[in-house]
């Protein structure tokens, strides 16, 4: 039988847009991946450690039903009906220390949807273990990042449970509560996931019956596509759970996923993922926005498109240079596109317009986030390179803590870096102003396979000991680093001032300048970033893992995917901004921080004059309520004759 189609339709929420699905119906077309009853064969009474590949401690068992009985009885509790099914079931229960119990789960295509059922009963309080259930599940990928996850919660250590699933879209409260409470005494309940790795949502069911009213986003709104590992895991001195008739199946989509990747005031972006070697045709791409037609501003492919190993990404860019959203309002999105193998793709996805976080660069609005205790932040209203008002920059603190960073990671900026990494061809662009000169990185383009701690292409501008290092590749050798002492500039007493670096990778040819000058050249020998294009985060003012935080701020940072000339060096020291300087069509991601909110007020006559930067508010009370000043441009003149307090926002 033909597989189902899959039409999404979706509803969603937030900067990620979460995205619903229609199930599959096609019961033919799930294969059965897993099955775990406990029986015997293959399992024996004991730790599960070791048996079908389970890895736990000492309080993961496969027990009889008689065994288990008795375990539950000497712990205060009924014995009561002990397994599901058969002679045999997983207990998860005792006192102690807490306890993963984990079993890997492989061979699952890439944005399958995967159905995980099993039957649980979850337990009261024990002698030796004096707290309800507390025990989870979570569905994972190989490296652990989560996707779903059900618990059996409570309100306190013995009163008020209820049965949670995990939610990418509630905050820092990653548990909610479906309402429905659980019985701690002889209960046994079917729990089944209907997990959509292609829209990264889930459906949870209690007993058959749908708990959830609309898809759940993934676990912290984690970036997973496959299921690879199950783990369940009991908190210290918890009851724990009974775990018995254990499933897990999938279907395998044919279209290439469409995922509605990123929201923001000034547009959207739609990330559409090869599955084998369905693509799509380019040229049938049509997006509509709120039932009107709209041009896609970029179409842009990364990975090995329609290769057949599942890598190749067709991004799809509406971004402008001005807001065309006001954050909170709810529009929708349709994607349509067709391509040779498959059927034609008609997507509809909602979404939200969530609040700035972060601040955005300047070429498609790629997010990068303060991060660290402290966070960094921005500077003062005329805190950036040039001083004037609303310029900032990035503010590492004073001082720094040993994570205090400035991260990105969006997949598309990390797939144009990465193919100039390819290309073994970069250039990078910063200011930089110092309060020490403690041994610090001005910026680190992270590869996990690259030497010494995934140093790829990183610079120290200079070390604490005067010295300048630029590194690719790793550190180790003179292929990989190119250094130089700057003493002679002046020590401290130079960089306590703001001042450019340019750092330029052209296959063996490597260079660094400052203020516009050539300091040092390795003309050839440079070892290739070729195979480090597997970039996975770009970090500003601090090294990866975290450390070697720079104590001061930086601005303008720029990164090209050419060599850049000594014009464009020339031309940005002088203040070109980094989109208008000859190379600019190379330009990958540009942060002027410039997307604080700033105000300061001069006066002109008897009238305040009001410079801002963002949007404007205005309130006849100090304490508020604010309101948006409509169509307000930057100076800004109060005419109103009427006392006005002004704040402004993102």
Known sequence: MKPSRLLQIVSGIGLLGLVGYTE??????????????????????????GQDT????????????????????????????????????????????????TRVIGGIPSYSQVVVELWARPLGTRTDAPSLGNIFMTLEDASSARAAAFRFGYDSATTNTHIDYADGGVGSVIWKSTGVPWDPTNTWYNLKFVVDYASQSYNFFINGTQANPSPIGFYTSNNVNTLGLLRIFRGTTQAGMIVDDLSISSVTPTNPIARLA?????????????????????????VTLDGGSITPTAIVQSGNIGGGDGTGVTTVYYDNSSRVFITGTSHSATIQYTGTGFDPVNQTNGFIVAPLVGSLDRVRHYQ??????????????????????????????????????????????????????????????IWTKRRTLASSSIFWLNSPNAPVSGRAFQVHGPYSDNV????????????????????????????????????VKNGGDKQVWIDGQLIIEQTSGASTLAGYNDLNRCIIGAASPDSLVVNGALDDFAAYSTALTPT??????????????????SLITWWDFNDAPGLAVTKFGNQPVIQFSQ????????????????????????NSGTQMFFRTRK
Request: some cysteine; overall charge negative.
């Open 468 to 503: 300048f290092y630029f590194d690719t590749s790793g550190s180790a050798s003179a292929a990989q680093r190119l250094s130089t002492n700057v003493a002679y500039l002046g020590g401290l007493t130079f960089w306590t001032n703001w001042h450019h670096i340019v750092a």
């Open 368 to 429: 990068g986030r303060f991060q660290g205790t402290p966070a960094p932040n921005y500077t003062g209203f005329t805190g950036g390179r040039t001083g004037g008002a609303g310029d900032f920059a990035l503010d590492m603190q004073n001082p720094p803590g040993t994570t205090t960073k400035f991260f990105a990671d969006d997949p598309d900026l990390l797939a144009a870096l990465n193919k100039s990494m390819a290309n073994d061809v970069m250039s990078c662009s």
């Open 24 to 49: 599959r119906s096609d019961a033919q077309s799930y294969a059965t991946n897993y099955t775990a009853d406990f029986e015997s064969p293959p399992y024996t009474s004991g730790l599960i450690q």
């Open 54 to 101: 389970w890895i736990s401690g000492t309080n993961g068992r496969v027990l009889t039903a008689t065994e288990i009985g008795n375990d539950l009885v000497a712990g205060g509790l009924v014995a009561g009906t002990s397994v599901h099914g058969g002679n045999q079931a997983l207990l998860d229960s005792g006192g102690g220390a807490s306890i993963n119990t």
């Open 262 to 286: 990123f929201s923001s005031p000034y547009g959207f972006r739609y990330r559409i993922l090869d599955v084998g070697s369905a693509t799509p045709d380019t040229n049938s791409i049509a």
């Open 568 to 585: 464009d060096v020339a031309a940005l020291y002088s203040g070109t901004a980094p989109n208008a300087i000859s190379s600019a069509s």
């Open 615 to 638: 949007l404007l508010q205005s309130s006849t009370n100090v304490n508020g309520p604010y309101l948006d000043v409509p169509s307000a441009t930057n100076p800004y003149t109060n």
